[in-house]
C-alpha cells in the first residue's frame, strides 16, 4: 500500500465530477427520484449518505483483513445498516419536519447501491486514506447531484428554492415537476444534457488532436 | 413501428413504387383536419387561432433546433401537424405559454428523444397533452362556453403572463362529459354531433371531424380498421355498461361526446404509434374503445380517451408481434 505520489487528492476528486454516482455511473436511482421534490429534502438525502458512506467506508478499510471473502457483503451490509440507523436516529432528533417528509426513505439508504458499491469496489481493498477520501469525494458527487435535482424540480414544481419563492406569488406550479413522473424527467433531461456536454467536449478534444 | 427485427430482403426487379410521400400524407392529414379548425374558430373566435398557431410554433421550433434533421418536421410537415394536433386538444381558454410548452414536450420528449420521426412509441401530440394535464390540472379543466361568431372575443387567460397564475375567472362551462359524470346531466345528441358544446378545441364537432376521417379514408392516408373498431368497441362496452347500470351514460352519447372522434380518427391511427398488421388495428382499437369505456363510467377523470391511446400505444408493438400475418409458402407457425 505504498502509492508512489500522493492518489489522495484524485481519489476525492473523482466521485465528484468524472465518475459522479448519478450522471455517470447512475446508481442510487431509488433516493435520487424519490426524495428529491425539494431542494432541501435533496440536501438533507445526500448530506446522510454522505456521512454513513464516509463512515462504513473507514470501518470497512480498518477492518478489511479480518473479514472472509465469503460473508464480506453480509458484512459490509450490517455495517452501513449500522450507521444508517445512526443517521435516522440523528435526523429524526434534529430535523424532526424533514425527517417525517423523508420517511422511510432514510432507512432506505442502507440498500443504496452506491454504498455497498464503493465497499466492494474501493474500501474493501485500500487503505484508510483513500478510503476516506474516495467516500467523501462519491459522497459529495451524490449530493451536488439530488442538490441540482431537487432544486430544478422545486423551482419548476413549486417555484421556489429552498423554500424562498422566486417568482412572486402567483406562480403557477408544474404539479408533475414535484410528482414521480417529474423526477425521471427531470434526471432524464439533466444525463441528456451531461452527455451531450461530455461528447461534445470529447468531440472537441479529438478534433485538436487530429 | 418493429424496427427490431427489420429483415432486408434483396428481391429482384420489378419494383413497385409507391408515389405517396410523408409530406403528402401530412398534407392530407392537415387538410382534413381543416373544416375542424374552422369550427374552432367560429366557435372559440380568435383565442382558437392562437392557441393552435402557438401550439405548432412550439413543435416546429423544437424540432428545428434540437431534432436530429434540423427543420425537416417543418419541410414534411410532421411537426406542423403535431401541433395542430396537440392545439385541437387543449381547452380554449388556456394560457399562450402553456400552448408553447405543450408543444415544446410534444417535440422533445416524444419525438427528438427517441430519434424523430417514426421512432416514437408514443402519440406525440398526446405525451404534450398529457404532460400539461399532469403539470396544469386546474387549467386543462376549465372550460368556456363557445361563443359562436364572436371572431374576437378572448378569454382574459389566454395571454396570461408566463409562470404566472392566470388569475382571473374563466366564464367556466362544463363539458357534456362533466355534466355526466358530476352532475349527471346528460346533454342531447344533437349539439354533440354539430359541436355547439363545451370542450377542447377541436373535440365539439363530431360532424366535421368523421368529413374529415372520411376524406382521409378515400385518400388511404389512414387505416379505417383503427377508428371503425374504436367507435364499435365503444357501443359495445357503453351498451353493456348502460344496460347493467341504466344510471351511467347512454352509448350514443359516449360516442359523440368528449374527444372521441378526434382521437379515434386523428391520434389512435398515427402510423407510428399504432399497429400495421390488419387484426392488429382491429385488437388495438378494440382495447382503445374498452379502456375508454372503464375510465369514462368508473375512473376518477371525466375523459380517458388520451389515456385509453396512450395505453394501447404502449401495447401496440406486443400486438403487431402477436399478428404478424404468416408469410407466403410458410408453414402455419409464423417465421420471424
New interface residues.
Partial sequence: MTPAPDRTAEELLKGIWRENPIFVQVLGMCPSLAVTNSAVNAVVMGLATLAVLVASSTLVSLLRRFIPAQVRLSTYIVIIATFVTVADMTLQATLPTVHKQLGAFIALIVVNCLILGRQEAFASKHGVKLAIADAIGMGTGFTLALTILGSLREVLGN?SLFGFPL??D???P????I?P?GGF?ML?LIL?TFNWWKERKQAATAGGAA | MSSGNLRLQVTAAPFAHSPRTTAAIMRDVILALLPAVAAAVWLFGIAAVLVLATAILGAVLTDGVFGRQRWAGLKDGSAVLTGLLLGLTLPPGIPLWMALLGGVVAIG?SKV?WGGLGHNLFNPALIGRA?LQ????T?LTSWVAPQPGQLFSLPPTTLSIP?????TDVISAATPLGLAKFQHTLTDTLPLFTGQVAGSLGETSALLLLLGGAFLVWRRALDWRIPVSIFASVALFATLAWLAWPTLPPPQFMLFSGGLVLGAVYMATDPVSSPTTPWGAWIFGAGIGLLVVLIRNWGGLPEGVMYAILLMNAAAPLIERATQPRAFGRDERRIP
Avoid: K, R, T
Fill in positions: 417555484g417568482f412572486g402567483h406562480y403557477e408544474w404539479v408533475v415537476m410528482l413522473p424527467i432524464g441528456m | 420528449l428523444v404532460f399532469a403539470a396544469f390540472p387549467v409562470l404566472q397564475q392566470s388569475g
